[in-house]
């Protein structure tokens, strides 16, 4: 793991709460392997921890006022934002996590993480009750949602001498979150991938459609991470109400024959095709030029059955890795190991979309991942972009070794 740091920079954000001593641990390891660490501290964390103590840990200046400039005249934070190759804020207190969900900068810490483009690590740690209240396991889902990564807390003996879930993780699983990120940063660079996401729509008049309840929030996770991890992304997105990610080429599409349209486009440019778009298995034989009226009796709409894109690809001689997604009640591994096979995927994740904290509209989702040999492999439930970053490993570990960057 050390050699992931050397030459590496990282700001480490310092926050007051008492796991603030076991930073200097992780510092101390950090600077060791040869990284550059910038410390930010609140001015809570310094009724906890010296800054001195981080000063002589870094050699560097401990940048814990707002106002401050560098030796260049540069504003520091700014300065230390946009160098950092990670972001890591430990222990990240429940005021902070507060203020970094509603974007607010009034510190050394806050500010330095609204200015940064890096990943952001948090390492949350708190009493119990300030854990589990609804406000900061609110924020902590807007943090996710955002695309921040999250590692702890544990459940154990919290500084209260009481127990539960709250304690910081240990220096030890904060060091090997952080190397797996600055890993991951560009190891998909040279690929082209394709994710579909949204649900689709197939018309019934001009006015209703046939739709699902998908989010679109998975695929959009996938096509985030993918682009954060240096991929060239197209994301063809059935309707959804997310905000377009930034860096990926944005198709919009509502129907199956759109998509399927979208999907051949820019197949022979394609490595990777996960498909985690909701479509529809029928369409409307005959879609109405004009709203419908009622009549006053029973209405029969028939349903013409629309081509399987995903098994059409498959299909094909030559084709990119096919990544499918099973959205079903229930956890049906036989089915999915059929699906798998029968439409020639190189990975199936089967996602029980009525299990609780999965499915559509959450922010975090349980899947387990079936290839076409081995055990399937359950993850555990987890954020959308944790999620996304375990099946991009997956994916990755599938290429040739020849063809990866
Ligand atoms: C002894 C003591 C221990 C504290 N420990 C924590 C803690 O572990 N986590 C936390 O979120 N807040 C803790 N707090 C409360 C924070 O210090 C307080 O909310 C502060 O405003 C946080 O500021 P910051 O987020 O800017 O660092 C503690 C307060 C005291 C007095």
């Known amino acids: 793991m050390n050699q992931v740091f050397a030459g590496r920079r990282l700001a480490v954000g310092v926050c007051g709460g008492i796991a603030a001593y076991k930073v200097l641990t992780v510092v101390s390891r950090l600077v060791q392997a040869g990284a550059l660490v910038d410390v930010l501290m609140t001015p809570a964390a310094h009724r906890f921890v010296g800054a001195l103590s981080f000063q002589a840990l870094t050699h560097r200046p401990v940048l814990d006022d707002p106002w401050a400039t560098d030796a260049e005249g540069q504003i520091a934070h700014i300065a230390v934002a946009e160098a950092a190759d990670l972001l890591l804020i430990a222990p990240a207190t429940a005021n902070t996590l507060a203020k970094l969900a509603h974007g607010l900068a009034d510190d050394a810490v806050t500010l330095t993480a609204l200015a940064a483009r890096a990943p952001l690590l948090l390492a949350p740690a708190m009493d119990g009750g300030m854990f589990g209240h609804p406000a900061t396991q609110g924020n902590l889902a807007t943090l996710l949602a955002r695309g921040c990564l999250v590692v702890g807390p544990e459940e154990g003996r919290l500084a209260s001498g009481l127990t539960g879930h709250g304690r910081m993780a240990e220096p030890e699983s904060i060091l090997q979150a952080a190397a797996g990120l600055l890993q991951r940063r560009a190891d998909l660079a040279g690929l082209r991938i394709v994710v579909t996401a949204g649900g689709t729509r197939e018309p019934i008049d001009p006015v209703r459609y046939i739709g699902n309840r998908s989010s679109g929030k998975m695929g959009y996770a996938i096509a985030e991470a993918a682009a954060a991890r ?36 820019g197949l022979a440019h394609t490595d990777v095709l996960i498909q985690a778009a909701a479509v529809s298995d029928y369409r409307v034989a005959a879609v109405a030029a004009e709203k419908m009226k009622r009549k006053g009796e029973d209405l029969v ?95 990755l570990a599938l290429i040739p070794e020849s063809r990866r960057p």
């Open 230 to 265: 240096g991929a060239a992304v197209t994301l063809i997105s059935a309707p959804s109400a997310l905000p377009v990610p930034s860096a990926v080429t944005y198709i919009a599409v509502e129907t199956v024959q759109e998509l399927r349209t979208a999907l051949h486009r």
């Open 301 to 395: 709409l028939r349903l013409v059955e629309n081509p399987d894109l995903i098994a059409e690809i498959g299909a094909m001689p030559e084709r990119p890795i096919l990544v499918g997604f099973a959205a079903e009640t229930g956890n049906d591994l036989a089915q999915a190991r059929e699906k798998l096979r029968r439409k020639n995927l190189d990975l199936n994740v089967l996602n029980d979309v009525t299990a609780p904290g999965s499915g559509f509209g959450t922010d975090t989702n349980q899947v387990t991942i079936l290839g076409r040999s081995g055990a399937p492999e359950v993850l555990p439930l987890q954020s959308k972009r944790a999620v996304a970053d375990a099946l991009l490993d997956r994916v």
